[in-house]
């Protein structure tokens, strides 16, 4: 009767040992990964990794069914393996604001959702967000870099550029001979005491 409890004993404690071992050598290996990264990458993949314990977090409380779950567990997973792609092409300890949607959920982004078909890489839709690729994690999500504020003044004046061009084409060739006018920028010579 002892010994069937020492052996029971021991063989819970092993598998909580077990356990625990398994859990450690997972966050080693995490560490080690979030390592190579600066710290606004680390920090971006620690928000994921915060995130999807929240999401594992409701599921156990049944707060979210099934589909929610591997859905959103999904798109974590989608988002984390194309922050670390980026930042190990561009070598740069900077992210932009990342979303992935599924291929049913671009409307969430889009008034007019382009066709999933069409989509091109580097392409920027409606002056907010530039296509970055698909990432498959058990399903197919699109993932968009929104643009920060200064790629977004870039762009509109690079569209008001083109735009003024295509209308005067005599100010896209100065060597035409054509009179181009300008008006001269307003300065602000008031100062304030």
């Known amino acids: 009767m002892v010994i069937s409890r020492l052996v029971r004993s021991f063989s819970v404690g092993a598998a909580f040992m077990l356990v625990f071992f398994a859990a450690d050598v997972a966050s080693a290996q995490t560490g080690v990964e979030d390592g190579q990264f600066g710290p606004v990458v680390r920090a971006y993949l620690g928000y994921l990794r915060n995130e999807q314990g929240v999401v594992d977090d409701r599921v156990s409380r049944r707060e979210v069914n099934v589909a929610y779950y591997r859905r959103n567990s999904n798109r974590i997973r989608a988002l984390r393996q ?53 990432v498959r994690t058990g399903e197919l999500f699109y993932v968009f870099a929104r643009l920060d504020p200064y790629e977004r003044s870039e762009l509109i004046e690079q569209i008001n550029h083109n735009t003024e061009n295509a209308a005067n084409p005599a100010a896209a060739d100065p060597a035409s001979g054509a009179k181009v006018l ?12």
Do not use: C, H
């Not at 992935?100 to 989509?119: H, I, K, Q």
């Open 182 to 193: 300008t008006r001269a920028r307003r300065v602000n010579t008031t100062e304030k005491p």
């Open 82 to 134: 194309m922050a670390i792609r980026i930042a190990q092409q561009t070598r740069n300890d900077y992210l932009p604001e990342l979303e992935a949607v599924a291929g049913d959920e671009l409307g969430l982004l889009f008034e007019r959702p382009p066709r999933s078909d069409t989509l091109r890489i580097g392409e920027v839709l409606q002056s907010t967000f530039r296509y970055l690729g698909v």
